[in-house]
């Protein structure tokens, strides 16, 4: 897997998070190369749309994953870690 460990032993997916920025920061681009993204715009509203569903379906996949550890590990659920998402 292509995780590393930050310096808070956080697990991060680089490629993951890299694609992540690459295509949010696709949205409201410029001729110039730069990002515009007015309040309220349409390019504003799809950027939050875009992050709003990516973090949401994040957390859903962690929160299903640390059920999952908690119930077949016979652990509480807060003393499960998952890492990355």
Do not use: N
């Amino acid at each position: 897997m292509p995780w590393e460990l930050d310096e808070l032993g956080m697990r991060i997916d680089f490629p993951r998070l890299k694609r992540d920025l690459t295509e949010l920061g696709a949205i409201g681009r410029t001729a110039e190369g730069g990002v515009s993204r007015p309040s309220f715009s349409e390019a504003e509203m799809r950027a939050l749309k875009y992050h709003v569903l990516t973090v949401d379906l994040a957390g859903r996949i962690a929160r299903y994953v640390r059920i999952q550890l908690a119930e077949r590990t016979q652990l509480h659920f807060h003393e499960c870690e998952v890492y990355g998402y």
